[in-house]
Nanobody
Framework: QVHLVESGGGLVQAGGSLRLSCAAS????????MAWHRQAPGKQRELVAQ???????RYADSVKGRFTIARDDAKRTVSLQMDSLKPEDTAVYYC??????????????WGQGTQVTVSS
């Protein structure tokens, strides 16, 4: 079993910055793609940023140039640096990753989410 725990959410004014972190724990043999998703009230969950094991990144058009995803496989963490935040970035942010765990094979795992609120 793999567990993902997010941290770093909170309340920030428009134009400010936040850094989200996600730590993976459990019997992990290997990791693959990791990502951040978000879900605003009344909206579907959407992909915000993704990073492959080789470091290739992709971003939602709405956050390009403002958000940066990074991973540290030695520490089993993935982060999301969010700059120039806008009120429309307000959402619950979820960490997700594909992991191979001992005895369980490859599977996709999700964190519990962390609230980000951007005030105007």
């Amino acid at each position: 079993q793999v567990h993902l725990v997010e941290s770093g959410g909170g309340l920030v004014q428009a134009g400010g910055s936040l850094r989200l972190s996600c730590a993976a724990s459990g019997e992990i043999d290997r990791s693959d793609d990791m990502a951040w998703h978000r879900q605003a009230p009344g909206k579907q969950r959407e992909l915000v940023a993704q990073i492959s094991r080789s470091g290739i990144t992709r971003y939602a058009d709405s956050v390009k140039g403002r958000f940066t995803i990074a991973r540290d496989d030695a520490k089993r963490t993935v982060s999301l640096q969010m700059d120039s935040l806008k009120p429309e970035d307000t959402a619950v942010y979820y960490c997700a990753g594909v992991f191979r765990s001992s005895g369980a094979g490859w599977a996709n795992y999700w964190g519990q989410g962390t609230q980000v609120t951007v005030s105007s």
